[in-house]
């Protein structure tokens, strides 16, 4: 019988919740990684092992690897740093991406690093110099951490050597060639501040691909949803009937290319749910309209934040939802969003939520 | 032997690390370098590329604040501190 894993990574490590295919009861294993503040923890569906992305105030960052879904622990860092001559630090491993043996970290400041030995070792592979805005990144007065990261990658579905990476603040970027070279993939995007670029100075928070269709893209920006019908190389704004035009979870459908979900906040310092009301959000049209999906969700006094990896959404033909909560809480939905509960309480700050099937 | 006290957080990261250790060496970075050989992976816990000690680790010997160049004595106690920071 398949078991359902949810991999959940908080600012005081990683834990476990496991269901069956009913996705009714959960138990909750952890914390993992000696604690450590994980920041984007994935499962690698190849071979089974889990990934976390992990910086220590005090001992650095590094990726935590679990072989055997929590059994077994180890970290590693070797060649996970930039030539100290190059006046760039890696001060935080932020997002993972794998696929076929392959790992890939994004790091700020930013660069991208990948292994080839299941996470023993690690290697530079870009820091997509000489694209439009890298003299922003790599001004060092840009290098203090929160600065200028590698938020996300993603790769294709089928060419390994074909990835999209998000620079926080600057826009999206693909390569096809494995990173010997780059094209902005911000055609149609809105900013609402001053760009030194024509083809950057973009906040984008969030990127996902519809399983259904790999030419359905969807972007969670700083300023607005957007989709793109050409694998990101253009964009049209989808924010109309959202509540804000902020926020950082998406989720695509599985199954559904027009279906899509999103989790809006107040934008500024609060970056909450608005109203103190959970709630996610719908659309089953490619963002022509919207519904809100708040049955079973706190609709008084819950001031709580989703990140950008804070939503899942699993495999299933009637796929469940998953959003772990700035202040600890992980809800869940097996019926597509209609309704919630809550299947954790009280664990640390969370960062990302992943989900798995495995027999 | 110098008198090598390592911080708890640093023992579950490794089989076997003791908190406290006798190290031969000349100098704190040196220390380090003989505890690298056994337990790999433990120079990037404590330093950053340069190398340097890491901002939030702090090592004293004989009580004095020290850097990877500070020499030992035979008999130097050596503290490895994880500085109070973060929540």
Not at chain 1, 100 to 105: D, E
Not at chain 1, 225 to 235: A, E, I, K, L, V
Not at chain 1, 307 to 312: I, P
Not at chain 2, 45 to 51: A, I, N, Q
């Amino acid at each position: 019988m398949p078991r359902t894993v949810l991999v959940v990574g908080t600012r005081k490590g990683c834990f476990l919740l496991e269901s069956d295919q009913d996705r009714r009861d959960w138990s909750v294993r952890g914390p993992f990684c000696e604690n450590w503040p994980v920041y984007h923890a994935i499962h690698d569906a190849g071979t089974g092992a889990i990934y976390a992305a992990a910086a220590s105030e005090w001992l650095g960052s590094a990726v935590w690897r679990s072989p055997d879904l929590g059994e077994t622990w180890a970290l590693s860092s070797e060649g996970l740093a930039y030539d100290a001559d190059s006046g760039r630090k890696v001060s935080k491993v932020s997002t993972l991406a794998v696929k076929n043996g392959r790992v890939l970290v994004g790091v700020e400041a930013p660069g991208i690093f990948e292994s080839r030995d299941d996470g023993a070792t690690w290697s530079l592979l870009t820091t997509l110099a000489g694209q439009p805005g890298s003299e922003m990144w790599d001004d060092p007065a840009n290098q203090p951490p929160g600065h200028l990261g590698i938020s996300a990658l993603m790769f294709d579905d089928e060419a390994d050597s074909r990835f999209w990476a998000i620079v926080q603040g600057i826009g999206l970027f693909e390569t096809t060639d494995d990173s010997a070279s780059w094209t902005p993939r911000n055609r149609g995007l809105r900013a609402d501040w001053p760009r030194p670029h024509e083809e950057v100075g973009f906040c984008v928070h969030k990127l996902v691909r519809s399983p259904a269709d790999g030419a359905r893209m969807y972007q969670q920006n700083h300023v607005g949803m957007h989709r793109s019908d050409d694998t990101g190389q253009s964009w049209v704004e989808i924010t109309e009937g959202l509540p804000t035009e902020f926020g950082f979870a998406a989720a695509a459908h599985p199954h559904d290319r027009d279906t899509f979900y999103v989790i809006p906040l107040d934008p500024g310092h609060g970056r909450c749910m608005p109203d103190g009301e959970a709630a996610v959000w719908r659309t089953r049209d490619a963002g022509e309209s919207w519904q809100r999906l708040d049955r079973g969700l706190p609709q008084q006094d819950a001031f709580v934040g989703v990140l950008r990896e804070g939503l899942a959404i699993d495999s299933y033909d009637v796929p469940g939802l998953y959003f772990g909560t700035s202040t600890g809480q992980v809800f869940a939905s097996v019926n597509e969003g209609e309704s919630w509960s809550e299947i954790a309480s009280y664990l640390p700050s969370i960062s990302s939520v992943e989900v798995a099937v495995v027999d | 032997m110098a008198d090598l006290h390592l911080p708890g957080t640093l023992a579950p990261l490794f089989t076997d690390l003791p908190r406290h250790i006798d190290v031969e060496a000349a100098t704190v970075g040196e220390a380090i370098d003989r505890l690298e050989a056994q337990w790999p992976g433990l120079r990037d816990r404590l330093c950053e590329p340069g190398p340097l000690l890491r901002r939030h680790i702090h090592v004293y010997v004989d009580q004095e604040r020290a850097t990877l160049e500070t020499p030992l004595e035979a008999r130097s106690r050596v503290d490895v501190i994880a500085a109070i920071s973060g929540g």
